[in-house]
């Protein structure tokens, strides 16, 4: 595993919210993307070397509007950047880990994701990510 690669925040309404992050980071959002699969409309920020992922849903059965009726808006994921996701898969399932999808999936901004569930990494759902080249 090697850097983070983005940190995602679930919002309730990503147009407001692209326009406080805008005003927060002093620059727009470099790309909006639908990812169908997921449920979610997504916007991307970067500040500096840092990239923060907003995420809004687009059904009721999106994770993100479950978590935002649990726990309201905030931190959602924090994702990090992997060299080879089938083998960090394996490796993270070696250790116990519970993956929630063996199979990587498109995810946003030209990645391959998979997730590793909350409740074995105290709480904190997270990504891994691999670019598509
Ligand atoms: C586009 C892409 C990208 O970057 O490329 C994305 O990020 S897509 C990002 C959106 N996609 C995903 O998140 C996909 C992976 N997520 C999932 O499969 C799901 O959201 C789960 C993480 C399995 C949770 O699902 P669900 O809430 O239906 O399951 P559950 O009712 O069994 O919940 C289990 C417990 O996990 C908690 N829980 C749910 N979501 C959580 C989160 N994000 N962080 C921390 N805890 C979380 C619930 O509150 C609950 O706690 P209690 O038991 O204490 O009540
Ligand atoms: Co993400």
Redesign the pocket.
């Known amino acids: 595993m090697k850097k983070i690669e983005?940190i995602?925040i679930?919002v309730k309404n990503l147009e407001e919210s692209n326009l406080l992050f805008q005003k927060l980071f002093g620059a727009p959002a470099y790309k909006q993307e639908e990812?169908t699969s997921?449920?979610?409309k997504?916007s991307f920020f970067m500040n500096g070397p840092n990239k923060i992922?907003l995420?809004e849903a687009t059904n009721p059965e999106?994770?993100?509007a479950?978590?935002i009726e649990?726990?309201g808006e905030g931190i959602?994921?924090i994702?990090f950047d992997v060299e080879d996701i089938l083998s960090e898969i394996e490796r993270l399932k070696s250790e116990g880990f519970i993956i929630?999808?063996d199979t990587p999936k498109k995810?946003?901004?030209n990645?391959l994701?998979a997730?590793l569930?909350?409740?074995g990494t105290n709480?904190?759902?997270i990504?891994l990510?691999q670019e598509i080249k």
């Open positions: 983005h995602g679930a990812v997921e449920g979610v997504t992922e995420l999106s994770p993100i479950k978590f649990k726990k959602h994921h994702a929630l999808n995810g946003a901004d990645k994701v997730f569930h909350p409740k709480g904190v759902l990504e990510c």
